[in-house]
T-cell receptor
Framework: KQEVTQIPAALSVPEGENLVLNCSFT??????LQWFRQDPGKGLTSLLL?????REQTSGRLNASLDKSSGRSTLYIAASQPGDSATYLC??????????FGTGTQLKVEL | DTEVTQTPKHLVMGMTNKKSLKCEQH?????MYWYKQKAKKPPELMFV???????INESVPSRFSPECPNSSLLNLHLHALQPEDSALYLC??????????????????FGPGTRLTVL
């Protein structure tokens, strides 16, 4: 069974801090790696998608990197804000279009 | 319109009730998905429909019965559920039919979910 692990499980930081969320996966044959945001009791919002041939993607204050050889991806959030508080999930696509989700990191950005 | 809608937002039902969850998208997507998400856990795939036909059933108990009446609509019929079935049920859609585009090229768009409580 393919596993996707996210560390840390929970993180609390003061506003303005730069932070890194980690995602590790065991499947070496992934086609892409995606980062989602989920607010409590809500659906998932796609943040960034990195194809397997790419190394990183950027959107605003977010930067995601992918290292297939080591089975790792990171999500970098610059100048964090209270509105960034949410659960962040990474997920990769293996066979077909099946998403395998990570365990999630619950982020709280405090004033 | 890049929205997937789900109704109802919340549902409370008894173990003998029959209810249905509804998912709708008007993006012309040909694949639709049902996921189940327990508290503090990642979503788990339940069903995939491609071109209105069931492509994947992840060994889901028969008390969950999916239906795809047309390309824009996906239902999940619920009957004789157990309290452990209480969860957030998420619907998603993607542009191409399942498996038609090279893997990883199709983004899934998620709805806001239905919070189901089984008493």
């Amino acid at each position: 069974k393919q596993e996707v692990t996210q560390i840390p499980a929970a993180l609390s930081v003061p506003e303005g801090e730069n932070l890194v969320l980690n995602c590790s996966f065991t499947d070496s044959a992934i086609y892409n790696l995606q980062w989602f945001r989920q607010d409590p009791g809500k659906g998932l919002t796609s943040l960034l998608l990195i194809q397997s041939s790419q190394r990183e993607q950027t959107s605003g204050r977010l930067n995601a990197s992918l290292d297939k050889s080591s089975g790792r991806s990171t999500l970098y959030i610059a100048a964090s804000q209270p509105g960034d508080s949410a659960t962040y999930l990474c997920a990769h696509t293996g066979g077909g279009n099946k998403l395998t989700f990570g365990t999630g990191t619950q982020l709280k950005v405090e004033l | 319109d890049t929205e997937v809608t789900q109704t109802p937002k919340h549902l409370v039902m008894g173990m003998t009730n029959k209810k249905s969850l509804k998912c709708e998208q008007h993006m012309g997507h040909r694949a639709m998905y049902w996921y189940k998400q327990k508290a503090k856990k990642p979503p788990e795939l339940m069903f995939v429909y491609s071109y209105e036909k069931l492509s994947i059933n992840e060994s889901v108990p028969s008390r969950f019965s999916p239906e795809c009446p047309n390309s824009s609509l996906l239902n999940l019929h619920l009957h004789a559920l157990q309290p452990e079935d209480s969860a957030l049920y998420l619907c998603a859609s993607s542009q191409e039919g399942y498996g038609f585009r090279p893997p990883g090229m199709d983004t899934q768009y998620f709805g806001p979910g239905t919070r189901l409580t089984v008493l």
